[in-house]
């Protein structure tokens, strides 16, 4: 019976522990607030400590932890879904927490103080249904990073046009380098470029198309967008890497930073990156050049938002809304601008990433557009990747027009 | 005969003793849960909204009528058997090899097993560059068009890709049970069997084989159950790609059940796999149970 | 291994050259988690395969810098450790009277395909309702995911362990029944020695599938640096677009070294195990 009363004795101790821990961790002590900061942003995950420090040795009276894990989104939805949602929150702006926004998790912050330390054009954005439960700070919009002394050595400058710059890639070519490494192994790295393409650049206003096609009112063989989408994206493909669908995101950075092509198609989040893989590494990023003439704008959507829980107590949404004061503060911002380079909107930020200038006017001049994914219901983009995916495989355009009507009819009913 | 009663009872206390720890966890956090899941499953209901309507059967009817399930189920069917075949057959292969009196035996049965250590991210890294730049630089090299594009880029050839780091990963476990079953070959049968005269390959059939037949049904089932829930090689190596061509079951839940917020659709379709791998592995065991009974 | 007699085998030429060419397939993927800590982001990005240049230790010392890498490691190990060491005492139990009684009553028959069955359970759909139960009964700690680990392993061990007493002579439990000893005794005495071998398979697939598990620690432990563990902290330099490859190795070459050693300690039982069983028997 030795062993056995061993085992018992183990588990019995074991699950002691577990309730008794369980138990302590709620107890808050002599008069601090405690709450919890959850963060989307792994790599953020340092800034965020440090700033977290300074607000509590400043602060006696609160007491702020961090929450930064790998697979951030996955463990917000399970303490969505076990009720457990942190007092103050890093959240995104999609479709998911758009229902959540809904659904009531979060304060309502319209009127609150707080939405005035950031530009009224990025609250406008992230209304839903006319109200705000987050406060918005960033953007990450996408356009062409490009090697600037590879550049300047051959002479060459970014055009304005989409003509101007399919015959730049010819040339090239004919130089023997390849213009685009194109990611098309990771498959969300297409949905991203393929929507914001069509919104920002085909039709600024392609989410009422998507809406029509949706309700079964028209079909994206009669619609041209679908189409001249395809046709930008498979000719841009014939001066990318001739094993495309075989390259990561990594890979195609990596390519970039080591001058064996001549430009990438990715969002601001991509800076940091090739930041540390070349320090020495002179690029800049501009808008996707205007096709056939159009109006070029900045498909995108808020980044880096804060919200509220609404099912902590009055105090600690009073903690809560204060260390958000703090982090929207001039010198958090600065320090927070060391880590994320997307365009900052916040109105104390001091705001100055070089790479990103003309984007960053261009946003100041409202020139933006809401993503369509955020306004699409919750899902299609993840679908409809992968049928864009497949036109690369296949080159067969009215597959993928049929395929985008029967995702779009399926997940707008 | 007192005794003998006294002696089952002391018996069937001891076994009840044994079996109640063990069973009341599995219950209270296995079973439990489970059939919270079962419940859930009957609702339309994205995992986290306090509105959610009944609605019995009708997510596993939507589920049947779903082609991206029958197209991810078809994927598992293909890629399980591939699994099966090829984890078994190298796994015995090596436990065999290793058994004999090799020099350096506990290096090179260490080295065996540095793959099923490997973190998954580390190997999905790794085979990610090996697969990208590695191979279809040695493909230039050699003029082999086959290698010259990475085996992931293609829909019919990734399959391949993600098998290889799976099957790399996957021997090391089969070759340990392998060589335990090979220890519970008695020596005196395998001595007497040469002393009579058979031959090496007389003795694998008829001695050897029969001996690990309950090693093969384990490694069976345990690769079945690996192979139809494949999850993160995929994710690691392919994401699903590319155009949908390496989408798994679990992976279909997974993104469903949280990227589409169709909680309750999602895990219909897991259950509906877990049903048929159940009697699937009942059928395979009793069939294997007949079998070693009447040796 | 002598004594063993003449039935092992001599390995001829054959058996190297076979072995030889597995251990090349092993090699690269090797090579390249042995020299990717020493190289820095740039020389990996320029040429992940080649040699480092200068043997840079700046990836060691980062990590090593992090009070996270000795939370991450020390958490695995106790994690792992105490649950390996509740299962090989809580899991042959399970599997004795279930494979002994199964032929005598029916409800040991019923028990064992009720906890079989779960080997084919996808862990998502347990996922949140697990999580909600977890939560309530306060579970979310390290203590807690040691529960959840024995809780969880018991299918796939009960399992294993069944079908190897299936094959287990049971002429000595017979005899020492006899004999006038307990079953408690009878356990402890004859068969659980004799379980060594299956004992260290389990030890060693248990320890392995815990050391590297991603899910569960993300989803219990997620609440303070502080809990969590080597995956998740090798996880922590990958985020949704980029990988840094420098630290995710570094950090898992640096953590390689406690599970090999299981391996190395357990395998010597799988192979003695039965044979000294049997000699004492």
Partial sequence: ????????????????????????????????????????????????????????????????????TADAQTVFLTRVATNTVPECCYVFFNATYEEFFREGLFIDLTDDPLLDLVQPSIAEMAEVDGRNYSIPVTLSPSGIYYNKDMFAEHGWTMPDTYEGLIALCQEMEAAGIQPFAFS?????????????????????????????????????????????????????????PADNLGMSHEQAIADFVNGKVAMIISGTWAATTINQANVTFDYEMLPFPSYDGRPVYLSTCPDTCYAISASASPEKQEASRRFLEFLLSSEALGKWLQTDLSPNMAVEADYNVECFSVINDMLSEGAMVMLPSVLQPAGFRVDWQVAVQQLFIDHDIDAFLAKSDELTVDYYN | MLGKSVKNREKYITYALYIIPGFVLYLCLFVTPLILGIYYSTFDWNGFSKKRDFIGLGNYIDALTDDRFTSA????????????????????????????????????????????????LTASLIFNEIYFRAIPAVGDLLGIAALQKSVLSSPST????????????????????????????????????LIDGASKWQQFWKITIPYLLPVVSVVLVLVLRDGLMVFDYIVGLTDGGPGGATTSIVMLVYRQGFEEMKFSFAIAEALMISVVLIAVSAFQMIVINRKSIED | MKQKGSYINRARWYVYAILAVGILIIALPFYLTVITPFKTSSEILGNFFSFPKSFYLGNFMKVLSKPDYYYAIGNSIIITG??????????????????????????????????????????????????????????????????????TSVCEGTYLYVGYMASMPTSMEEAAYIDGASTNKTFWMIVYPLLRPITATVLIKNSLWIWNDFFMPLLVLNRSYKLHTITLFQHSFKTAYTTDYTLAFTTFLMSILPIMLVYIFAQKHIISGLTNGAVKG
Avoid at chain 1, 19 to 42: N, R, T, W, Y
Avoid at chain 2, 162 to 176: C, D, E, K, S, Y
Avoid at chain 2, 180 to 187: C, D, N
């Fill in chain 1, 1 to 68: 019976m030795k062993r056995f009363s061993i085992v018992l004795m183990m588990l019995a101790c074991v699950a002691m522990a577990a309730f008794g821990s369980g138990s302590s961790e709620s107890a808050s002590s002599d008069g601090v607030v405690e709450i919890e900061f959850f963060s989307l942003k792994p790599e953020a995950v340092d800034c965020y400590q440090e700033l977290v420090d300074e607000f509590n040795a400043a602060n006696p009276d609160i007491n702020v932890t961090l929450t930064s």
């Fill in chain 1, 184 to 240: 098309d192994k990771d498959a969300h790295t297409i949905g991203q470029q393929a929507e914001r393409l069509i919104n920002g650049n085909i039709n600024v206003d392609v989410i009422s198309k998507f809406e029509a096609v949706g309700a079964g009112e028209t079909s994206w063989t009669k619609e041209p967008e679908m189409r001249e989408l395809a046709e930008m994206l498979l000719e841009l493909r014939e001066y990318g």
């Fill in chain 2, 73 to 120: 189920i078809l994927f598992n069917l293909r890629y399980s058997i591939l699994l099966i075949i090829s984890i078994i057959v190298i796994s015995m292969v090596l436990a065999l090899l290793l058994n004999k009196d090799l020099k350096a035996r506990g290096f090179i049965r260490s080295v065996y097993f540095f793959p099923a250590v490997v973190s998954m």
């Fill in chain 2, 158 to 193: 990734a399959i391949y890709g993600i098998l290889f780091v799976h099957v790399w990963q996957g021997v090391a476990i089969p070759t340990v049970l392998f060589l335990a079953g090979l220890q519970t070959i008695p020596g005196e049968i395998l001595e007497s069997s």
């Fill in chain 3, 82 to 151: 105490i649950a390996v060491a509740i299962m090989s005492i809580l899991l042959p139990m399970l599997a004795y009277p279930l494979s002994r009684g199964m032929r005598e009553k029916r409800i040991f028959k019923v028990i064992y395909f009720i906890i079989v069955c779960g080997i084919f359970v996808p862990f998502q759909v347990r996922m949140l309702p697990l999580m909600k139960l977890v939560n309530a009964l306060g579970l979310m700690n390290i203590p807690g995911i040691i529960v959840l680990y024995v809780a």
